[in-house]
């Protein structure tokens, strides 16, 4: 498989929507349904994780946007806005402001980007029609504060130092990455070699690992906002699919971290899958996605 080339006969449109004088977001969009599902992926990945899910959502019926966050991929690389109230607010204007889109979306979440859609949908309420959110603590939760301390999550801490983490990793994020993989994996053949290069090769430019451990440096400021828009806006009250990898170190925790903030909350573990679900599994992820938007 090429460079940056999906499985399947699926065209993508790639492109850069302007946020401000200091911020362009990258997105890939394929199909042309009228119900729309938007991609957000975690860290240290970038769009090319939904490779797999893409294809299959499109040769649904769906519009599919899978999108780079702020500081990650083709994405611009800003100093500082990486708290994900912050993360949403650049979604919202790329879905709104450039995409033109006035309808309520399916947002789906993995890791970092579970934090971002979920205060995306807490942010603007009526824009989200269902939120899917995979395998990881949400901040403001107590499934947050237990699995913070956990030993399996050391990188939370690691990557909160502020510099050294950069200075360890710098010319060596491959050796990196290969790792932080493996820790976290059950079906090894499920990123390969080329995800590794695709990657590497994102965290390898300029600013972009700083802005990567950025999103954790602000997990205290989102604990504060998320405990701000509960107290606000109260629970989410749209529905709501909690997945957790089979072996994960939050996957057993999914649902009832999830039901701490959302009324309507379905759960699925995935299986054969440990924190990498929608690569190690994709074929079982979809079905339980597609039952739940059914």
């Known amino acids: 498989m090429k460079d940056k080339e999906l499985p399947g006969d699926v065209s993508l449109?790639?492109?850069?929507?302007?946020?401000?004088?200091?911020?362009?977001?990258?997105?890939?969009?394929?199909?042309?349904?009228?119900n729309i599902i938007?991609?957000?992926?975690?860290?240290?990945?970038?769009?090319w994780e939904w490779r797999f899910v893409i294809p299959v959502l499109v040769n649904q019926g769906f519009r599919v946007i899978a999108l780079d966050y702020r500081g990650a991929?083709?994405?611009?690389?800003?100093a500082g806005g990486y708290d994900k109230r912050t993360m949403a607010s650049d979604i919202h204007q790329l879905l709104?402001?450039?995409?033109?889109?006035?309808?309520?979306?399916?947002?789906?979440?993995?890791d970092i980007g579970l934090m971002v859609a979920y205060a995306y949908a807490q942010q603007y309420r009526t824009s989200v029609s269902?939120?899917?959110?995979?395998?990881?603590?949400?901040?403001?939760?107590?499934?947050?504060?237990?699995?913070?301390?956990?030993?399996?999550?050391?990188?939370?801490?690691?990557?909160?130092?502020?510099?050294?983490?950069?200075?360890?990793?710098?010319?060596?994020?491959?050796?990196?990455?290969?790792?932080?993989?493996?820790?976290?994996?059950?079906?090894?053949a499920a990123i390969t070699e080329t995800d590794i290069d695709i990657f590497s090769k994102a965290y390898s430019s300029v600013g972009a690992m700083k802005a990567g451990l950025e999103v954790y440096r602000s997990f205290d400021q989102?604990?504060?906002?998320?405990?701000?828009?509960?107290?606000?806006?109260?629970?989410?009250?749209?529905p709501v699919l909690a997945v957790g990898g089979m072996i994960s170190t939050s996957g057993s925790l999914m649902k009832e971290m999830m039901e701490e903030v959302a009324e309507n909350v379905t759960s699925?573990?995935?299986?054969?899958?440990?924190?990498?679900?929608?690569?190690?599994?994709?074929?079982?992820?979809?079905?339980?996605?597609?039952q739940f938007l059914s």
């Open 130 to 188: 269902h939120l899917v959110v995979i395998d990881a603590p949400l901040p403001g939760t107590k499934i947050f504060d237990k699995i913070r301390t956990d030993h399996r999550v050391w990188h939370f801490a690691f990557h909160n130092v502020c510099d050294l983490p950069e200075m360890l990793i710098a010319d060596r994020e491959r050796q990196y990455l290969q790792y932080f993989f493996n820790y976290r994996i059950y079906n090894t």
């Open 222 to 238: 989102d604990i504060l906002d998320n405990k701000e828009s509960m107290a606000k806006n109260g629970k989410l009250s749209i």
């Open 38 to 47: 938007v991609l957000i992926h975690g860290f240290p990945q970038t769009w």
């Open 268 to 290: 699925t573990r995935i299986p054969k899958t440990a924190h990498w679900v929608v690569e190690e599994n994709p074929e079982a992820f979809i079905k339980d996605l597609l």
């Open 73 to 78: 991929g083709d994405s611009w690389k800003p």
């Open 96 to 110: 709104k402001e450039h995409l033109k889109i006035d309808v309520p979306v399916v947002l789906i979440g993995h």
């Open 13 to 34: 449109n790639h492109g850069m929507a302007v946020i401000s004088s200091i911020l362009r977001i990258h997105y890939a969009e394929a199909g042309n349904g009228e």
